[in-house]
């Protein structure tokens, strides 16, 4: 099985889906921009903000991911932890940092955590820095950090595991 295979057989576990659709019919969902007019989702779709290449984005209310071909499964994770490590659509405000600890979980247990690495380069882990900017101790030092507190909010289990909340 796929990386990829692999976890959407957990999100559909966990009562949701990993669903792949045509640039096309992404756009219809997500809503987009063609001769300066805007074609606004459809109710309850979220888009991801920043990577857009190839794009992807969230139904929460149905616990599904929807992404284009060719994605990175690791840059699927975060949106994974949009739908079943939060109880706040990302639609709203939401704190992000508080999955973080899920995010790196399930990338490890789905052996894709130096690939979740490089698709979060960019995650800013702090005012001024990004995650790629820290030095290796001081990532150990905040994955486990991260992990913990993943834990404290029933996020991962105390073995490690992450959970679904929703
Ligand atoms: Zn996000």
Known sequence: MTPLARLRKKAQEWGGDLVEVSEDDFNELFGYMKSAVVHPPKPGYVKAPFRSRPPFGVNYKERRVYYTPNVAPADLIHEMGHVFATRRS????????????????????????????????????????????????DRKALLAKTLKAAQKRGLVSPNGVPLSIR
């Open 90 to 137: 990302p639609d709203k405000p939401c704190a992000e940092f508080n999955f973080f600890g899920w995010e790196h979980a399930l990338a490890r247990k789905f052996g894709l955590f130096r690939e979740w690495e490089k698709s979060n380069g960019l995650y800013k882990v702090t005012n001024e820095l990004f995650y790629r900017e820290l030095w290796p101790k």
